[in-house]
Each structure stands twice: as C-alpha cells, then as structure tokens.
C-alpha cells in the first residue's frame, strides 16, 4: 500500500531531512521507526529536503507499506517511537501514483525573524535575530517585485543540480508574528513565499536579500541585479533555524 504521512519536526536537533551516515537525519529516524514496526526495511520519500536546522509544520513523504494499515493506530505508533521534536501528524493511505515530490503543485515557507534587541528563550530558535533598524514598508514593496515566473538563477546557491532555475512565486508577504504559533514576544515578524517550486536555499537567499536592503546595507537596486545574475548566489544566505515548511499542496 502507498502510504502519504504529513510530519512536523524541529530541525535544530537534526543534520537535515536526507540520510547521512553517521548524522541523526528526520528520514533516517522516520526510516528507523517504520522499519521496526513493519519488521522490514521502508524507505520515505519526501516533498522536499530541508537543510539542517531547518523545521517544518507540514512535510509530506510517502513510503510503501506491507498490508493495508490501520492508519489512525500507525500514526499513533510512529509518534510514540519518535522523540519529542519529531511528530506524525496524518497517515492516510492514498493511490499508488502519488509521490510526495512529483504530485506537488505548490509549497509555502515561512522565514521568520525577530526585530528585539536580545534574543529571546523561547524563540531564538525558531527566529533569525534582526537587531537593526528595518524598513518594513521597503520589505512589503520588495516583496512584491520579486512575485511570478522568472529565472531566480541568481538566488540559488552553488552545488545544486536542478535541470532548470524558472520558478513561479505565487506570493510573497510579510506577516507578523513568528511560524510557531502564538508566543509572548514581540518584534516577530515573517515572510511566506508560497511558490510551484523552490530552488536550493532559494527562500534564504531571498530572505537574506531582502532584509539587508531593509535595513539599509544593501542598496535596493541589487533585488534585480540578482534576480538577473546567472548564479550562483553571491550574497548573505539567512540563517537555517529561522525557515520553516509550512504547507505542500496537491
């Protein structure tokens, strides 16, 4: 049976989604824990890799499971094996064509920061501390300029191997408040790219952009001398624990 799982996990204690031997990886764990429960190897197959320290409320991944499950009881056994900063949140099981990656339609990141002086305890994880004076109106206008179909070559960093570098960003906003859910600290702010695809730390790269024009250091002519390099990316890439997958459609 083709099984789809929707998992959430807090990526700080992890060396990213993709199997590495000798790194505690959220595949390698999802991998270990099905194995055990299905007394065979299972393999997972993910929407997308995230980098490590990068967190997600919503990955999706499929594998293939031995017999027709009870899924509410196998989401149950998986969240029971797993430790607290890995979770199951859905099991469903779906037709045979469906393939986390291929059956995408979109994916929604969020990148989180933090406008505070100091860091705060119980965000400083999940939130990329900004102690600058930031232009917020500047960063809702740069949003919008970089929204459509175009060649975001310029913010993809090297070593990647996509066959193409044409994305299309549906969407790109600022929104208060940190990816996590409601928290007592203020200053927190995100900006949700919602998009077909996303290229290799192409939403901490535009992050990283963006911000640096909003605070003033870059000047706001360098968004489009970017967004028409060729690659690969030259610039501040955005720290890892503040993106976060929040949503794969199909």
């Not at 993910?46 to 989401?75: I, S």
């Not at 917020?136 to 975001?152: K, V």
Request: aromatic letters at 10%; one cysteine or more.
């Amino acid at each position: 049976m083709n099984i789809k799982a929707k998992v959430r996990y807090d990526g700080s204690g992890f060396a990213g989604w993709q199997v590495q031997p000798g790194l505690r990886t959220v595949q390698g764990e999802l991998e270990r824990v099905l194995s055990t429960i299905a007394s065979q190897p299972v393999r997972v197959r993910a929407a997308g890799r995230t980098d490590a320290g990068v967190h997600a409320l919503g990955q999706v991944c499929n594998f293939q499971w031995p017999q027709e499950p009870d899924t509410e009881r196998l989401r149950r056994s998986i969240s029971g094996m797993l430790s607290p900063d890995l979770r199951a949140e859905s099991v469903e099981v779906v037709p045979d064509e469906f393939d986390a990656r291929f059956s995408a339609t979109a994916k929604r990141y969020a990148y989180a920061f933090s406008l505070s002086k100091f860091p705060d305890p119980f965000t400083a994880r999940y939130a990329w501390l900004v102690p600058w004076r930031i232009d917020l109106h500047l960063l809702t206008e740069l949003a919008g300029r970089i929204t459509g179909r175009r060649d975001f070559a310029g913010f993809q960093c090297a070593g990647a191997s996509s066959a193409t570098t044409v994305r299309t960003l549906h969407s790109v906003a600022l929104i208060e408040g940190g990816f996590a859910g409601p928290v007592d600290a203020a200053g927190l702010w995100r900006l949700e790219f919602r998009g077909d695809a996303f290229l290799y730390k192409m939403v901490r790269n535009l992050a990283g952009t963006m911000i640096d024009i909003a605070r003033g250091q870059l000047a706001a002519s360098v968004l489009d001398e970017r967004l028409g390099s060729p690659g690969p990316y030259r610039g501040h890439t955005a720290p890892a624990h503040g993106l976060a997958l929040m949503e794969v459609e199909y």
